[in-house]
């Protein structure tokens, strides 16, 4: 077993001594993953007789075995008003007929083709606009649920608090590579105001690892733009919903948040970049219309963030970083010197200051040698 799981298992055991977040059925599950021997009994589960009609979302691209565990994981709810839209982003796999083909019994899936590539974002979109739900959850193909319940608990919490535009659970990563789970918690629970929310959005309050483990009111997403939305990741998913409603964070861990190889690359191309940095300005405009407070540092923030992380993990020529600074020249000002105090930070932080004290001492005695030398040994 990995020493990792073990701790992991270790942890997740001193955490349910304070709050329950797992049920017997999601117990079970991370004790598989974890390779642990424990297990917990189960009861049989009662379906939930509201019928609010609930839409998933799952763009997909050459990952069937993948997207029936995410699928199945969704049908074993224990909410079953669902509508589950699969949009394939151009498989060229199996995908096309093997899907159709799994599900042909199941009216509550329907499979949908991109007969090009259109990316993810737009990929989401299409599956939107598709939809019908009153409430939405945008699931990625390789990420699946393992507490049953939670659809039919974050129905309850959206209806008691019509406020809300969203409801979101905790997750556990899984790194399917390396076979361990990680183990963070959100740092948030209970009811959120959006202005705060948004504010301290990843700065002082964590985002929910992807979009999966939030349910999504339709009725904001509609007032958000959504049906025009051409950037749909997932801080844009959260960010323009928290323009116009509250969040609500439960003490339960919902899904498996699965990390491998082919996950989106931490360097940001720079088509991506610009198109980021146009759906921050318009999140900016949004809760700017919506908030009375002023979001115009929250703004210059989000962008400087942006930028700061594409000059320091992506290759981009001249050209590209000349385009950067104009764009924010133009929408936000000029972030060039908060790029340059950072950069100065990061090489601080490098650098150990006693050794650099050290060189600066040899090097301006060298200074001094040498023009000493060239007025004939006078200082």
Not at 55 to 73: C, E, F, G
Not at 85 to 113: F, K, Q
Not at 193 to 209: A, N, R, T, V
Request: proline share 3%.
């Amino acid at each position: 077993m990995n020493i990792f799981n073990e701790e992991f298992v270790d942890v997740l055991h001193d955490t349910l001594k304070e709050k329950p977040y797992c049920s017997a059925e999601s117990y079970n599950e991370l004790m598989r993953l974890a390779e642990a021997e424990s297990r917990w009994d189960t009861a049989p589960l009662q379906d939930d007789e509201d019928q609010t009609l609930v839409s998933v979302i799952i763009p997909t691209h050459n990952r069937p075995d993948m997207l029936i565990r995410a699928v199945d994981s969704v049908l074993a709810q224990t909410h079953k008003a669902l509508e589950i839209i699969i949009v394939d982003d151009a498989s060229t796999d199996d995908t096309m007929t093997r899907i159709p083909e799994h599900y042909a019994g199941e009216s509550r899936v329907t499979y949908l083709r991109n007969e090009k590539s259109l990316g993810p974002g737009l990929t989401r979109r299409r599956g939107y606009l598709n939809s019908k739900g009153d409430f939405v959850i945008y699931l990625d193909d390789d990420d699946y649920y393992i507490e049953p319940r939670f659809f039919e608990k974050a129905l309850a919490v959206h209806k008691e608090n019509p406020s809300l535009a969203l409801v979101a659970g905790n997750t556990i990563t899984y790194n399917n590579e390396r076979g361990i789970c990680i183990y963070k918690l959100l740092n948030v629970s209970g009811f959120l105001k959006k202005e705060d929310y948004l504010l301290g959005f990843i700065s002082k309050y964590d985002k929910p690892s992807s979009s999966f483990p939030s349910m999504f009111r339709r009725s904001m997403l509609e007032s958000a733009g959504f049906k025009d939305m051409q950037m749909m990741n997932d801080s844009s998913i959260y960010l323009r919903s928290l323009c116009f409603g509250d969040a609500y964070f439960l003490d339960m861990i919902v899904g498996i948040y699965v990390l491998h190889g082919s996950n989106i690359s931490t360097a940001l191309p720079h088509k991506f970049l610009m198109e980021n940095l146009e759906e921050k300005k318009n999140i900016y405009h949004l809760a700017k219309a919506q908030y009375t407070c002023d979001v115009s540092k929250w703004y210059r923030e989000q962008i400087y963030s942006s930028v700061r992380y594409y000059f320091a993990g992506t290759k981009s020529t001249a050209e590209q970083r000349k385009e950067v600074l104009a764009w924010c020249d133009e929408n936000c000002g000029n972030v060039r010197l908060l790029l340059v105090r950072s950069g100065i930070r990061m090489v601080l932080k490098r650098i150990n200051p006693i050794r650099l004290a050290r060189k600066m001492y040899w090097h301006l005695r060298h200074l001094v040698k040498e023009q000493q030398k060239k007025h004939g040994g006078k200082s």
